[in-house]
């Protein structure tokens, strides 16, 4: 955990992205070279290869199908306990109402010669990876899967770890609590799933991956841009807390815990006008982090963390804004006009009663949001990310069209005869 006071050298790009341990996942690195290597393979040597990746690196031989049965997912779901399937259903209608409550517009404009727009429709198939390495995500689950359904997607296939063969009860029970008829599991992890996904080996191949994972799951999407669309890049969690101090300083300590126990390479930071209580914050977060149940991962990745002052809130926003944070709390008395200043951010939970992990589960909003500073360009999926726009354009009449050919201008510097004698052939 680092402390810094000195508000020029947090105000440093490379210093902050130095403190975060940030990579581009741009650059060549050791793993993009082990992703690339592995997909080669699955590529020369398909469902065979796809197989022995996952005995080694998630001991399971595909003995019991690649893809889990109606009768799996349901008696898997019957060992979740009643309180938490019950859980799952009202997040699962949270999440529901929030999506279907995002209106869909088809666009339409009008000149006197035209009339343009267009029109959206759903993907047909896509693809979802959900994270089952360090921790089994059902909440993910719900954050993709309901959001797909709710755009219409035809074929969702949902990648999920295999625990001895049988995919994950609570991720069986976070299925059935999304209620869809779409939603086939995949019993694929990491590189594999994603190649399985992309190539259509053992399932369709998909039209779009979704979903956050860690470096390899991450790298091995990059790869296949391209040839398939992707979400975003999801990697390990991150989040950013600016405070005017005026909140609990343990609860502060908890919310900055709460992504550092994802992984070894979570990003926390926290951002505040107070200097008595960052340290206060500091003095919690070092003794909570004995209590959580990831100790080791804490440990980690609380290296990766900074306490930083700045004298004012809106210095500690444009700090924020650098970073472009996958999530962001603005845990002060009056947020909303600094949230006007967030020009980049994953998502921002606004005042001390909203912290984090209300919207990991059950805000309303999809959790599988852009990290690594890719908030800059990239949003948190919502129904749009399952849809896809098609332009369309009608010329009224004939005489309308008159006032168009000047047109046949620019095809023929353009060298396109046939574009051209297209265009006057109408008017002849
Ligand atoms: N940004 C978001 O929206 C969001 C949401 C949820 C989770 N997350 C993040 O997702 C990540 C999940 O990571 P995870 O590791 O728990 O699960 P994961 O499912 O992403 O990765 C585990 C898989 O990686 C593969 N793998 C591991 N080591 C390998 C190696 N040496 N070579 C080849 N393949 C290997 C294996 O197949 C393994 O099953 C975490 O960083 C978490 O913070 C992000
Ligand atoms: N905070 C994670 C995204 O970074 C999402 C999640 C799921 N479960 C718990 N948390
Ligand atoms: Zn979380």
Known sequence: MIFIDDFLLLKKEAELQRLWKRRSYFQDNKIFDEVKAIINDIKTRGLEAIKEYSKKFDDYDLSSGLIASEEEIVSQARLVPVDVSNALKHSAKRIKRYHESIKIKSFKYETEES??????????????????????????????????????????YVCSKPNRGKINPYIASAVLACNSKKVKIVKLSGVQAISSMALGLGIKKVD???????????????????????????????????????TNPSWIAWDFLSQAEHDKNAKTGLISNEIGFLNEVMEKVKEYSLKVLNKHIVESSLQNSFFGFA??????????????????????????????????????????????????????????????????YFSGINVYDFLKRTNFSRIKTKDALKNLLDASLIAEVEGFSAHKKAMLCRNE
């Open 115 to 156: 009339e343009s727009g267009f029109k959206w429709t759903p993907i047909e198939n896509v693809g979802i990876y959900v994270p089952g390495g360090l921790a089994a995500y059902p909440s993910t689950i719900l954050m993709t899967v309901i959001v797909a359904d709710v755009a219409g997607v035809d074929n969702i």
């Open 208 to 246: 779009k991956i979704f979903g956050p994972g860690n470096d390899y799951v991450s790298l091995a999407k990059k790869y296949f841009f391209g040839e398939v669309a992707i979400d975003m890049i999801a990697g390990p969690s991150e989040i950013l807390i600016v405070s005017d101090g005026k």
């Open 311 to 376: 004298p004012t809130l809106e210095d500690a926003i444009s700090i924020s804004n650098i970073l472009a944070p996958e999530h962001l709390e603005i845990a002060c008395e009056n947020p909303d006009e600094l949230f006007d200043k967030v020009q980049n951010a994953g998502t921002v939970f606004l005042g001390s009663l909203t912290c984090e992990p209300f919207g990991d589960y059950i805000l309303g909003p999809s959790h599988v949001l852009p990290t690594s500073g890719s908030a800059r």
